[in-house]
């Protein structure tokens, strides 16, 4: 180590290493957490530890459609499969209750893409300062995620999220940019020049 190490101005932590606050806290070195998906996953996940906090229930497949505060409509049960079991729910709760406690959240989006998600964000005086900072592009063309599952829910167009988008928005739209940020945490910069 050098004689005069420059002070740590921050510990940056992975938006699923939340741990990682408290050991920056009790390092007393302020935190922040990179949230790689966009600002309308990261309201929903706040929602959830919102819920939880509340005492609300978990979400079910008989519920009606959800009115989440990120969402500009109505959420159906079914196009929040991260969320079908009590396990990942939980999860995601905690980790937005833990996000609450880091001193900023820097989101891999902007303001003009999720422009009703960043404004609900903003809007809170309980969260941490949120610093728009997408979005993250891969120039190079090679998906940070090449796993079956992505490939499953994305490919072909028929799959139950591609319809339910569909319906809510014409091929092409905007919408899908958000969907594809918060699914590969960055764009291809193919994609960008096929879509936007």
């Known amino acids: 180590m050098a004689d005069n190490p420059a002070p740590i101005a921050s510990v940056v932590v992975d938006m699923f290493c939340t741990a990682f606050i408290d ?12 949230f790689t998906s966009g600002a309308a996953f990261l309201a929903m996940v706040l929602y959830l530890s919102d819920r939880e906090d509340r005492g609300e229930p978990k979400f079910r497949p008989t519920d009606p459609d959800y009115t989440i505060p990120c969402f500009s409509d109505p959420v159906p049960y079914r196009v929040l499969p991260l969320l079908h079991s009590d396990v990942d729910y939980e999860a995601f709760a905690n980790h937005g209750r833990k996000f609450k406690d880091s001193n900023g959240i820097i989101v891999n989006t902007f303001s003009e893409a999720e422009s009703h998600a960043v404004s609900a964000l903003l809007a809170r005086n309980d969260i941490p300062p949120i610093f728009n900072v997408g979005p993250l592009i891969d120039h190079k063309g090679k998906s940070v995620s090449g ?6 829910r994305w490919g072909g167009g028929d799959s139950e999220m591609q319809r339910w988008r569909s319906e809510k928005q014409g091929q092409g739209s905007g919408l899908g940019l958000g969907y594809r940020v918060a699914d590969f945490g960055c764009l291809t910069g193919q994609w960008l020049g096929n879509k936007v």
């Open 23 to 34: 050991v920056a806290r009790e390092l007393g070195v302020p935190s922040h957490v990179f």
């Open 147 to 152: 796993s079956d599952a992505v490939k499953r």
